[in-house]
């Protein structure tokens, strides 16, 4: 895994709390030019450790309005690299993990009502190979979602680190997804828990 230094870190600290803010504000923080903080970011993101850049859409404004967690439990342990190929084709599901626990895998999927998260269910992912039982959890709200924090030795808490660190707080805002005011609240499926395939 490659290493970051200081100036990746002070980068890393602002951008990953806004990355919307001009390069040309990372770098009058940063004290270095704004060509060094492009050459940076594009170092960073081909090494892997900036992983995605860009803007996050709320899937309830777009049709989405129900947020499901499935664990899903396969026939054996070592299908999960083939069944995670086969979810990967299933547009919904966003988030896919082979876990430890009572579950083989858990996904995380959008649907658009309790008609449509009952056909991925029942249609497509209990039709995968090797999935034996599925089991939903319904995201009733989601309060937030935020990045990790960067975390900075205390070696290095040097002035130029902690002006890095107000900036970067100064921008954080904890993206809300729902409105708490707008009164809706995602419905729930009629049945609950968990489903075994047919034979």
Do not use: W
């Not at 870190?9 to 770098?27: C, N, T, Y």
């Not at 090797?130 to 900075?152: A, K, N, W």
Request: with cysteine; aromatic share 6%; glycine share 6%.
């Amino acid at each position: 895994m490659k290493k970051v230094d200081k100036l990746d870190l002070k980068i890393l600290q602002i951008i990953s709390v806004d990355a919307r803010v001009p390069f040309k504000d990372v770098a009058e923080v940063c004290g270095v030019s704004r060509a060094a903080i492009h050459q940076r970011v594009q170092r960073l993101t081909e090494a892997g450790i900036i992983t995605g850049s860009g803007y996050n859409v709320n899937p309830k404004h777009i049709g989405y309005s129900t947020c499901t967690y499935v664990g899903i439990t396969l026939e054996r342990g070592s299908m999960y690299k083939e069944v995670a190929a086969q979810l990967l084709k299933i547009p919904e599901i966003v988030e896919c993990h082979f876990t430890t626990g009572n579950y083989t895998m858990l996904v995380k999927l959008y649907s658009r009502d309790n008609e449509h998260l009952m056909t991925l269910l029942n249609n497509t992912i209990q039709e995968i190979k090797g999935v034996i039982s599925t089991e939903t959890l319904i995201s009733l709200e989601q309060s937030f979602t935020r990045q990790v924090p960067i975390i900075v030795n205390a070696s290095d808490d040097e002035p130029d680190m902690k002006a890095a660190r107000e900036f970067a707080d100064s921008r954080r805002e904890p993206h809300v997804v729902d409105d708490p005011d707008d009164g809706e609240v995602a419905p729930q499926p009629k049945r609950r828990g968990r489903r075994k395939k047919e034979e």
